[in-house]
């Protein structure tokens, strides 16, 4: 018993190294699916949540926006000032002109957005978020890509991930403490 | 050109009307095909499909068909470490006496290559291929790319 406590205390800067930075001390520049440039101050005292993702990817992706567009009606206008955005890792296919396509099928309240490559490192590495290129035969490839969903309160602290194979039952009560 | 004017007229536009067709090929039943409408056709559509083997002996689906797609694979999504990637698969157990569904964040047949963007309300022919059972054939029902499943009367899941 004793080890196992040593063993976590020693552990605990490590830990904290893999959380998401307060979104106030984040520094990437983005833009969104309308063309806007988008950038963490922007989100100042508003809830934030974020999922990376990418428009190429037809299992992953859109399975976690019709989640996230579920949660969204179940919450109604309680979740009006919240940030909901999809950050491509993909920047090279998807164009804001691409992201817009996409995300007119969701719940309008989700933005899609993009950037130079390494501005999207830039947020990745913000929000402790890893994704690599796969390559296929025939010259495609595919992007492997953290699918947690991440929750922040208004003042910018970090508040929580819904992990993509969570129990969804979880998710609508866990974005509500990010609202008030 | 003609091959692709021929792939183009096999997918059908039925907007009303959802097949939720079942399909049987020895002791397997298949049924609630369905794929989700793509942005052009230079993305990858996706398939679903839910297998029963009412049967003694273990199956395995180890190959789609389609004339919607030039290469069509099966895929597993698996997330490990919080980080999703979708691996070719093989082949895909169907054991004997249990049902395997490829749903949502698991198992699913990727369309590469569409011939042509799938809009919601098409339907394009897939034909299975088991390792025993063979080959069957059936319509997917392609559904919005906000979709989480068929409303089929009898849907299962
Ligand atoms: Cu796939």
Known sequence: ?180 | MKHFLLAASLIVSAPAAMACETVTIGDLTVEHAWSKATIGAGRPGVFYVGITNAGSADDALIGIATPAAGMPMLHETVVQDGIASMPHAMSIPVPAGQSVQLSPGGYHGMLMGLTTALKEGDSFPVTLIFEKAGEVTMNVDVLSLRAEGPDCADAGQ
């Open chain 1, 1 to 180: 018993m004793l080890g196992v406590g040593a063993y976590r205390t020693r552990n605990r800067p490590a830990l904290s190294e893999v959380l998401p930075l307060p979104i106030g001390e984040m520094s990437w520049a983005l833009t969104d699916h309308r063309g806007q440039s988008v950038r963490p101050t922007d989100w100042a005292r508003r809830p934030v949540m974020v999922f990376f993702g990418f428009t190429w990817c037809p299992d992953v992706c859109p399975t976690t926006l019709s989640d996230i567009s579920l949660w969204l009606e179940e919450l109604g206008a309680d979740a009006d000032r919240m940030i909901v955005a999809l950050i491509s890792v993909d920047p090279e296919r998807d164009t804001p002109a691409v992201l817009a396509d996409y995300v007119s099928s969701f719940d309008p309240r989700i933005i899609g957005l993009t950037g130079p490559a390494d501005e999207v490192a830039k947020a990745a590495a913000d929000f402790r978020v890893t994704y690599r290129r796969v390559d296929k035969d025939g010259g495609d490839y595919t992007m492997d890509h953290t699918a947690g969903v991440f929750l922040f309160h208004p003042d910018g602290r970090f508040a929580s991930i819904i992990d993509f194979h969570e129990d969804r039952r979880f998710a609508v009560p866990k974005i509500r403490r990010t609202l008030s």
